[in-house]
């Protein structure tokens, strides 16, 4: 059974830093590109970032761009997105989410989502 | 980039209905359009991928059609467990995109 396990959200300041990691395991991690969607509190969805299986590629929103850096451990089946200067419109749950098999950019499994609140 | 347009914005609709919800790209996505299905604090689900091509395990009333700039998601007969809010997203380039959203409300 494929699960995508998020942690490590929480408050924290505007121009402050925080680690996500996303724990995977029921497939085999390294062969699926993955991405980080968030979804603002009653909002809608906005993609953040993408990373191939290798993770030798990524792709950043311009939101983020320059301030987030997506990179993950194939040998730990782990994600990990790392979040600097962060601001108040940040402030979401954020999901990771699996490639489709043979696909790529669509997601068939999501992670229950961690929680980032920024603010002062 | 590439701006996803979902009309309406929510639809109130009684079960055993035809729902229809449309998504417009800003510009030819071919067949890469992809329907989610998201239920008040879940993540979403994945419903159609490739415009038309039904996940495994979603029941055959979802289906969805269009290529190009114009899609539309299709719920045959609305059951109870339907009313939830749908996301279309462009899956053809980068930066991904999504639909603002149709909230599917009982009527």
Redo the contacts between chains.
């Keep these: 059974e494929v699960q995508l396990l998020e942690s490590g959200g929480g408050l924290v300041q505007p121009g402050g830093s925080l680690r996500l990691s996303c724990a995977a395991s029921g497939f085999s991690f390294s062969s699926y590109g993955m991405s980080w969607v968030r979804q603002a509190p009653g909002k809608g969805l906005e993609w953040v970032s993408s990373i191939s299986g290798t993770g030798t590629s990524t792709y950043h929103a311009d939101s983020v761009k320059g301030r987030f850096t997506f990179s993950r451990d194939n040998s730990k089946n782990t994600l990990y997105l790392q979040m600097n200067s962060l601001r108040a419109e940040d402030t979401a749950v954020y999901y990771c989410a699996k490639d489709l098999s043979g696909y790529n950019s669509i997601f068939d499994y999501w992670g229950r989502g961690t929680l980032v609140t920024v603010s002062s | 980039?590439i701006q996803m347009t979902q009309s309406p914005s929510s639809v109130s609709a009684s079960v055993g209905d035809r729902v229809t919800i449309t998504c417009r790209a800003s510009q030819g996505i071919s067949s890469?359009l992809?329907w989610?299905q998201?239920k008040p604090g879940k993540?979403?689900?994945?419903l159609i991928?490739?415009a038309s091509s039904l996940?495994s395990g979603v029941p055959s009333r979802f289906s969805g059609s269009g290529s190009g700039t114009d899609f539309t998601l299709t719920i045959s007969s609305l059951q109870p467990e339907d009313f939830a809010t749908y996301?279309c997203?462009q899956?053809n380039s980068?930066?991904?995109?999504?639909?603002?959203?149709t909230k599917v409300e009982i009527k």
């Design positions: 980039d890469w992809v989610y998201q993540a979403p689900k994945l991928f490739a996940q996301y997203q899956a980068f930066p991904l995109t999504f639909g603002g959203g």
